[in-house]
T-cell receptor
């Protein structure tokens, strides 16, 4: 079983739609969680950290469910510029490596 | 404020050759991590350097080695290249002393092994 699993998609949605991605992780000792965004042939960039209480940044909302070991990302009012791959990232206490999922590809259609 | 810079951006090698990739971390950062990203996959952790020492290593063979210099810049060396080493190699920097968790990535070095 992969340490971090994501549905690779692609998710094709119309502009203005709401779309949600889930990510599951296998290590219950996982400590920190992030969503990174990666545009085609570019480097990953931090979209947002994910906190136990959930957090929101504009149209983006991230949630963490430790009991079920998954994190989610909700994008409201999708824009064409949201088209990208969204990478789920998990770290574990006592290690220095960030474990990335394979990414979920989103395409927002005009 | 300079971000993470990597060189070269693209390179082509043949099987059995050796390659050296270079990375300069974001200004003020002291920690450098290297990741390999194959097509259609997420980045995979190779190793991390701090204070010129390898702190942790991922599941990569000894053909992958690295170095960190006193100015915090880093090199990734891959010996005896295989076709499967073709990938985007990403360098990421962070600031361990402040506990900042965000990784800042360079644009990567795209390696093609023929």
């Amino acid at each position: 079983r992969k340490e971090v699993e994501q549905d690779p998609g692609p998710f094709n949605v119309p502009e203005g739609a709401t779309v949600a991605f889930n990510c599951t992780y296998s290590n219950s000792a996982s400590q920190s969680f992030f969503w990174y965004r990666q545009d085609c042939r570019k480097e990953p960039k931090l979209l947002m950290s994910v906190y136990s209480s959930g957090n929101e940044d504009g149209r983006f909302t991230a949630q963490l469910n430790r009991a079920s070991q998954y994190i989610s990302l909700l994008i409201r009012d999708s824009k064409l510029s949201d088209s990208a791959t969204y990478l789920c990232v998990v770290t574990t206490s006592g290690t220095y490596k960030y474990i990335f999922g394979t990414g979920t590809r989103l395409k927002v259609l005009a | 404020d300079a971000g993470v810079t990597q060189s070269p951006t693209h390179l082509i090698k043949t099987r059995g050759q050796q390659v050296t990739l270079r990375c300069s971390p974001k200004s003020g950062h002291d920690t450098v991590s290297w990741y390999q990203q194959a097509l259609g996959q997420g980045p995979q952790f190779i190793f991390q350097y701090y204070e010129e020492e390898e702190r942790q290593r991922g599941n990569f063979p000894d053909r992958f080695s690295g170095h960190q210099f006193p100015n915090y810049s880093s090199e990734l060396n891959v010996n005896a290249l295989l076709l499967g080493d073709s990938a985007l190699y990403l360098c990421a920097s962070s600031h361990l002393r402040t506990g900042e968790r965000e990784l800042f990535f360079g644009e990567g070095s795209r390696l093609t092994v023929l």
